[in-house]
């Protein structure tokens, strides 16, 4: 039983022993009076219920049982804390030469591990390699490959297929090892040497070229400049007698922009070519003029050397020499121009070379002019100058009431060999001015509403075989001669002699010029087959604003020499 303790007033707990519960229990076995009466009953245990303290207790067999004592206690709330779980670092149950030898060798162990695995990849890689060997090997054994006869070799190596492929193969791997790069070139100076003393060089050559088979012992007979692609350079070429089996006309397409030493396209015919040019509107197609009278055309798109257009040998078009061929026009509306040395002009369309559009013959007097090289002004497509074997240049029209010879202007002594409007486009408009060179030794600089020259300049010591104007500079002009000499002009600045006169190393004639578009290089040909490329610096090159009024008074000073009335700009 509990209570309260009314001294403390704290909760008490009364210990009832087990032993005196057993004994107070009486055996029913000893019981007298077992049908005694309740009523006494009730009253002894009535009487038992609250002992008096410290009684002693009675022996009595009537009472049937007897309360337990009971006693006051004092119960106190403890709160006991789990048992605290302390874990020990292994450094303080270790000595520190015990744990690195441990740890020392646990890295051994580890490298023991990826080594062996690092063998066992290994292992594995050279088994993989091995089975792959041997699935190739016994591929090859499976498959035999047939060897092929010469026949069957020759017939793949002459298809289209093969020969497209190999040459733009070629030309690709070509360029790339052809090109010469310092990669050591530092851009800061260091190192490099002072170019200062070439500093005042005018001229430079900058590029020949040349090929074993196909331009020796043959003459450049015209060249020209890809509008689109101006580092292609086309050349052409006459026979070569010493090579009777080799094609007798040859055209060739340089490449300025790479440093390949081979042509990039090559073309041929059964005749020697005289002049050739790209058509201006189409840069792909190239257009020739032969010996035999032929205009021949070539794509460089088909990948073939022959031609893919032939003019026919008949009365209806040209059977001789033709050297005089130029595309005039615009994109829409554009031709053909020829002439041949009977005097014949024949205008044709370029995608129909069966027969001309137009022909007419060039005559003087009934007299057939037997034209070597021919002229249009920039922008013009009716009126052209052509030049003479008997040394006389003659004003054209194509169509209208004068078409054939308007006039004449006599002056060389010689058959005339160049002929070029000035084509530069400034300030001032000087396309009336004309040039011309001569195998009498003399370039005459004409106007082309006097029938006389306006000066004969005399420099020369051989026959001179080509003239032309800068592109760009009003004033200035090149030519070359039998010597092996190339001349550049400035009549602002000289007429007497050429402010550049440079003596190529071998001496051979130099037979054709041509200009780039730009007026900053020079392409000469020779009669060995040799093309020189020459680059011209810009104080020669390029104008100034008062060039062209310079120009103007020049040749103000130039008419009052030959008339009385000052020229008219």
């Not at 009716?382 to 194509?398: A, K, P």
Request: with cysteine; charged share 25%; glycine share 4%.
């Amino acid at each position: 039983s509990s209570g309260i303790n009314a001294e403390y007033g704290a909760p008490v707990t009364q210990h009832i022993s087990v032993d005196s519960l057993i004994s107070d229990i009486p055996d029913p076995r000893t019981a007298n009076n077992a049908n005694s009466s309740p009523v006494n009953d009730n009253k002894e245990a009535a009487g038992a219920v609250s002992p008096q303290p410290n009684s002693a207790p009675v022996n009595n067999n009537n009472v049937r049982y007897r309360l337990p004592k009971l006693s006051k206690g004092k119960v106190k709330n403890v709160d006991i804390q789990p048992a605290e779980h302390i874990e020990y670092p292994k450094c303080t149950q270790t000595e520190e030469s015990h744990l690195q030898q441990l740890i020392k060798e646990k890295e051994e162990a580890l490298v023991r591990e990826e080594e062996e695995k690092r063998k066992r990849e290994e292992e594995l890689e050279k088994e993989n390699d091995a089975a792959i060997d041997d699935n190739k090997e016994k591929e090859e054994e499976e498959v035999v490959l047939q060897e092929l006869s010469d026949e069957q070799k020759q017939q793949i190596m002459a298809s289209q297929d093969f020969r497209s492929f190999f040459d733009s193969a070629a030309r690709i791997v070509e360029k790339a090892l052809s090109e010469e790069v310092d990669v050591a070139f530092l851009y800061s100076g260091e190192g490099q040497l002072d170019s200062s003393d070439n500093a005042d060089e005018l001229l430079r050559l900058n590029r020949v070229f040349e090929d074993e088979r196909w331009t020796r012992n043959r003459s450049v007979t015209s060249f020209d400049v890809n509008s689109k692609h101006p580092e292609l350079v086309l050349v052409s070429y006459n026979n070569n007698e010493e090579a009777p089996n080799e094609p007798e006309g040859v055209v060739l397409v340089w490449n300025k922009k790479f440093s390949k030493t081979s042509p990039e396209y090559i073309f041929h015919c059964q005749s020697s070519v005289m002049s050739a040019c790209f058509a201006r509107f189409q840069p792909h197609l190239i257009l020739g003029g032969t010996y035999s009278g032929q205009i021949v055309a070539w794509d460089m798109r088909a990948g073939k050397r022959t031609p893919i257009q032939r003019s026919p040998l008949s009365a209806s078009a040209h059977t001789h020499p033709v050297y005089c061929l130029q595309v005039v026009g615009t994109q829409n509306a554009h031709n053909l121009i020829s002439i041949a040395t009977d005097g014949k002009l024949c205008s044709w369309s370029l995608d129909m070379l069966s027969q001309p559009q137009d022909t007419l013959e060039l005559q003087q007097k009934t007299k057939t002019v037997a034209v070597t090289t021919m002229s249009f002004a920039l922008g013009e497509v009716n009126s052209f100058l052509v030049g003479s074997e008997e040394g006389t240049l003659y004003s054209s029209s194509r169509h209208g009431n004068k078409a054939g010879i308007n006039e004449a202007f006599e002056g060389h002594h010689g058959p005339v060999t160049g002929l070029d409007y000035n084509k530069a486009v400034g300030q001032g408009d000087f396309s009336h001015l004309f040039i011309s060179s001569s195998t009498d030794w003399t370039i005459k600089l004409w106007n082309n509403k006097l029938s006389k020259p306006l000066y004969s300049f005399e420099n020369a010591n051989d026959y001179l075989f080509d003239v032309k104007w800068s592109p760009i500079h009003p004033a200035v002009f090149a030519s070359v001669d039998a010597m092996g000499k190339v001349d550049i002009w400035n009549i602002n600045t000289d007429t007497e002699v050429p402010i550049v006169s440079l003596q190529t190393g071998t001496r051979t004639a130099l037979n054709r010029l041509q200009w780039s578009a730009n007026g900053r290089e020079l392409h000469i040909g020779d009669c060995d087959g040799k093309v020189y490329v020459y680059e011209l610096k810009e104080k020669l090159a390029l104008p100034h604003n008062e060039e062209w009024k310079r120009l103007n008074d020049t040749l103000n000073e130039m008419q009052q020499r030959v008339t009385e009335v000052p020229l008219a700009v």
